[in-house]
């Protein structure tokens, strides 16, 4: 079992940076890839950012690549999404994820969630 609880979200201008952290507890964070995905009013959820367990290995979907950067931490339990160049598309809230299948397996098989956070870009 693995809970994940994320912070950080919140009101931030076009251009503006912030940093996600996603807390997890559970024995087997360590041993899980871990992931964003974030959801827009009236749209699907979509994959964001995954990490392996090692953190050697990110995946990163093309609409934030270069702006985004996914790390973890796996003393503190904690996995960050730092991101900059914030763009009004970005507002969503987004969602911590994780996986026992591996980083690249994130997009299609989630085993848990996090409650979500709000980041809202304004422009």
């Known amino acids: 079992q693995v809970q994940l609880v994320e912070s950080g979200g919140g009101l931030v201008q076009a251009g503006g940076s912030l940093r996600l952290s996603c807390a997890a507890s559970g024995r087997t964070f360590s041993s899980a890839a871990m992931g964003w995905f974030r959801q827009a009013p009236g749209k699907e959820r979509e994959f964001v950012a995954a990490i392996s367990w090692s953190g050697g290995t990110t995946y990163y979907a093309d609409s934030v690549k270069g702006r985004f950067s996914i790390s973890r931490d796996n003393a503190k339990n904690t996995v960050y999404l730092q991101m900059s160049s914030l763009k009004p598309e970005d507002t969503a809230v987004y969602y911590c994820?994780?996986?026992?299948?591996?980083?690249?397996?994130?997009?299609?098989?989630?085993?848990?969630w996090g409650q979500g956070t709000q980041v809202t870009v304004s422009s």
């Open positions: 994820a994780a996986t026992s299948r591996g980083a690249a397996g994130l997009k299609s098989r989630v085993d848990y």
